[in-house]
């Protein structure tokens, strides 16, 4: 298994933005689809954003379409989020995982806090 561990996450006003990154180790990494989820206070965890391995083609949940940005640097082992135009409704704990789609057999980092004051 992939090990993760984020970080980046933060206490940001509204309309500021933030970059999470998402170290792995594990030679598995660059064969990886890679995610990241988020989970705000009394909700369920949601997807919010896919990168496959070549990169190419990332998805986006449509709630941070235009807004963030997932991308990877497979000489770093690492995933970032970049996140513009934070609003209050982004505050939540930021996970990234893999593989995606998620199974038994996918791993999750420890998470990183994301606060957007109005």
């Known amino acids: 298994q992939v090990q993760l561990v984020e970080s980046g996450g933060g206490l940001v006003q509204a309309g500021g933005s933030l970059r999470l990154s998402c170290a792995a180790s594990?030679?598995?990494?660059?064969?990886?689809?890679m995610g990241w989820f988020r989970q705000a206070p009394g909700k369920q965890r949601a997807l919010v954003a896919v990168?496959?391995?070549?990169?190419?083609?990332?998805s986006y949940a449509d709630s941070v379409k235009g807004r963030f940005t997932i991308s990877r640097d497979h000489a770093k082992n690492t995933v970032y989020l970049q996140m513009n135009s934070l609003k209050p409704e982004d505050t939540a704990v930021y996970y990234c995982?893999?593989?995606?789609?998620?199974?038994?057999?996918?791993?999750w980092g420890q998470g990183t806090q994301v606060t957007v004051s109005s």
């Open positions: 995982a893999a593989p995606v789609p998620v199974g038994p057999g996918s791993s």
């Open positions: 594990g030679r598995t990494f660059s064969s990886y689809t």
């Open positions: 990168i496959p391995w070549s990169g190419s083609n990332p």
